[in-house]
């Protein structure tokens, strides 16, 4: 399974030279930086350093895009805890509890948690990337359309369970967004949803959205607020509490490691990524609680289950590059240019020939991450300092950041206007006591689930009996129910067992 000559020679390449390594802390800074910025995405980061990729041999250049990867992924959820701006969709759910535990004053323990679960599941999807590559590569042969449909329904399913007991109001605003979602037109080339307005065409930009319905409505509901945390004495960054937060992270090694799993194996699924494990880990770890109310109002828990899994994913997607050379995602398809800026094309071919590389690129990963665990360590105290900025100049600076970063994501003012008009959209939803994460989950997802059923159609002709000849379709589909009523299954269970005893 591990080829341990290759590992040698992996471990020489980064050995025997130091140049690889001079461009992993810029990596980590600059991933860190984007990450960390509302609206600047890590993809965008690492498509701005491209070029300067072309001045450095392959592994260098892996070395410096991936740690940029690692960065953005801890970056990301820094603006979640701090200010319910997830950096990128993959911090989304790190917002559902990071940002309640900020408010309660335990910004520093939040920050704390996610820079330790980012570091050790990262590490350990690099540890399943190293033991699993040659397996992984055959594994991902077997999914198609639909098994990422499969996946995709997988998480919406779960949407209703986002809002405890209001699940008709969860399934409810999960339909909106899934509506929203499908705007513009579809992968056949039809409209749909633009109402005969041609600025709808191609749909609506959903990070935009996303920053308006979480941040800027949010802003709204603060607007009479003096600060983020209201307790002066609640303000102060205290590294003593990040260290805190580490160790509260470390006590819940199963969520870690559930998240893991879940981030290696949905990370690998093309298309899927980050986006979605990070969401389906959170929602796990909610429905397997002992109490999942607790959940959305500052439980640790919810933050160790969402950065453990979109950092085990950035692992996930680089096992589909490299086995298959489909990226899995924004960051791997830059990747996936740089292997074309150096002749090489990523595949079984690839992992058979050059196996060294795979490794010395994996062994540079789990350097990384320690070194992200001291830059992290370095930046948080500067980025907490957040929560000690009145809102009268916290509220306008971020609403210039969300509308100036999604000007720069979409080029023109749709941005700017998406991000006014779902301020207002969220406002409601949050009013009226409907999921807000629901319909940002549902606009995320409903394209991707809308492609991957279309795919699967024209595949099988129509012919449900496709489905059942895809095994691995039906264990995802076995997951899916079993994540859906084994709860209650079991308890039938028990007491069926108990009955039978008395």
């Known amino acids: 399974m591990i080829d341990f000559v290759a590992v040698e020679q992996g ?24 990450g960390a910025t509302p609206g600047l995405q890590i993809s965008m980061a690492m498509a701005i350093f491209l070029p300067m990729t072309l001045y450095m041999d392959f592994v260098q250049a892996m070395l410096f895009l991936t740690a940029i990867f690692t960065g953005g992924s801890f970056g ?11 950096g990128t969709s993959s911090a989304i759910a790190t917002a559902f509890d990071g940002y309640p535990m900020a408010r309660q004053g335990k910004h520093n323990q939040a920050l704390g948690i996610a820079l330790v679960s980012s570091v050790l599941g990262t590490l350990m999807g690099y540890l399943i990337l190293f033991v699993m590559i040659q397996p992984l590569s055959l594994m991902v042969l077997k999914l ?36 929203i979602g499908t705007i513009g037109f579809n992968e ?19 990070i935009p959205a996303m920053m308006g319905m979480f941040a800027a409505s949010e802003l709204f509901k603060l607007a009479n607020k003096d600060f983020i945390v209201e307790s002066k004495a609640s303000r102060k960054v205290k590294v003593s509490e990040i260290f805190e937060g580490f160790k ?30 990070n969401l389906l880990s959170y929602v796990e770890t909610q429905r397997r609680d002992e109490d999942p109310d607790s959940f959305g109002k500052g439980n640790p828990k919810g933050v160790v289950a969402s950065e ?63 070194l992200l665990l001291v830059i992290g360590l370095l930046f948080i105290p500067l980025l907490a300092n957040i929560i000690k900025v009145p809102m009268r100049y916290l509220i306008p600076s971020v609403l210039v950041l969300a509308v100036m970063g999604s ?19 969220g406002w409601i939803f949050r009013h009226y006591g409907y999921s807000v994460p629901a319909a940002v ?38 997951l899916l129910l079993a994540s859906l009523f084994g709860k209650r299954l079991l308890g039938l269970f028990r007491g069926c067992k108990k009955s039978a005893g008395a």
């Open 11 to 34: 471990l020489a390449l980064l050995l025997t030279s130091f140049s690889p390594w001079m461009v992993v802390i810029p990596g980590i800074v600059l991933g860190l930086i984007f």
């Open 76 to 86: 990301s959820g820094i603006p979640a805890i701090l200010m319910n701006i997830p």
């Open 144 to 179: 198609g359309p639909a098994e990422m449909f499969v996946v995709i329904l997988w998480g919406m399913t779960l949407i209703a369970s986002l809002k405890g007991e209001q699940v008709l109001k969860g399934l409810m605003a999960g339909f909106v967004g899934l509506l």
């Open 188 to 206: 056949l080339g039809m409209a749909r949803g633009t109402m005969g307005q041609t600025y709808l065409l191609d749909g609506v930009p959903v």
């Open 248 to 277: 509260m992270a470390v006590r819940y090694p199963w969520v870690m490691i559930r998240g893991g799993l879940i981030g290696v194996f949905v990370g690998a699924v093309p298309g899927v990524g980050s986006s979605v494990s």
């Open 308 to 370: 453990s899994a979109n950092s085990t994913s950035e692992a996930g997607s680089m096992a589909t590059l490299l086995a298959l050379g489909i990226p899995g995602g924004g960051a791997t398809a830059v990747m996936l240019a740089a292997f074309a800026m150096h002749n090489i094309t990523g595949g079984p071919q690839f992992i058979r020939q050059q196996t060294d590389v795979v490794y010395a690129i994996i062994f540079a990963n789990f350097a990384q991450v320690f």
């Open 407 to 425: 000007f720069g994501l979409t080029g023109n003012m749709t941005g700017p206007v998406t991000v006014l008009v779902f301020a207002v959209v």
């Open 441 to 478: 989950i549902g606009m995320l997802l409903g394209a991707m689930a809308e492609k991957s059923l279309l795919h699967s159609y024209q595949i099988s002709g129509g012919d449900l009996g496709y489905v059942l000849e895809r095994p691995v379709t039906l264990l995802i589909l076995a």
